[in-house]
């Protein structure tokens, strides 16, 4: 059952640990609010995101902060093996001084293609 919260993003995850898929407030809003549907009625699964891009532990800042531009996502999960074991943002990205021209430019990315989603 979904609910009103503040969110970006949540895994959606299996008992030990394998990644599902993401649901976003994106997500929330438009598949589920502005299709005319119940949070309290719809359940996560109906309208996370399935097809989950995702990173390695071992993925430098960098790629990521591309990676994040390329695909338009401002979160991004950390798997191994299969299990999700973190969790980047654009935010993280950018408390970094090494990264963080990436960071804005794939914050640059994400945003000028946005109506394109």
Known sequence: MLTHYNIGALP???ADGKLWGMVTDRDLVTR???AGRSPEQTKVR???TQRVIT???EMDAGAAAHL????QVRRLPVV???QLC???SLGDLAKHDTSSID???ALADISKNISKR
């Open 68 to 71: 994040m531009g390329a695909q």
């Open 55 to 57: 990173a390695s532990p």
């Open 46 to 48: 109906e309208v996370m």
């Open 12 to 14: 959606v995850c299996s």
């Open 86 to 88: 973190g969790m980047v």
């Open 103 to 105: 960071a804005g430019d």
């Open 32 to 34: 589920c609010l502005s």
């Open 80 to 82: 191994r093996s299969g």
